[in-house]
């Protein structure tokens, strides 16, 4: 997501980050380690980075994954 960007239910450019987190997934860390062992369970618990935009304006958020 581009600082430029615009909230998609207003069009405001007034649309900020306020959160980045990563979310990790304890299923597929499960899966990794049954098919490669501790290799695996490394490369399931690495999660994609979250982040929240939200409208100053119109107070809408949404969370975009990278």
């Known amino acids: 997501m581009k600082k430029d960007m615009f909230c998609p239910m207003c069009l405001s ?8 987190s990563r979310s990790n997934s304890v299923g597929k860390a499960v899966v990794g380690t049954l098919l490669f062992g501790p290799i695996g369970a ?10 929240i935009y939200k409208c100053e304006k119109c107070g809408y958020s949404k969370i975009y994954t990278d």
């Open 13 to 20: 450019s007034r649309w900020y980050p306020i959160s980045t």
């Open 42 to 51: 490394a490369a399931g618990i690495g999660g994609k980075k979250e982040t």
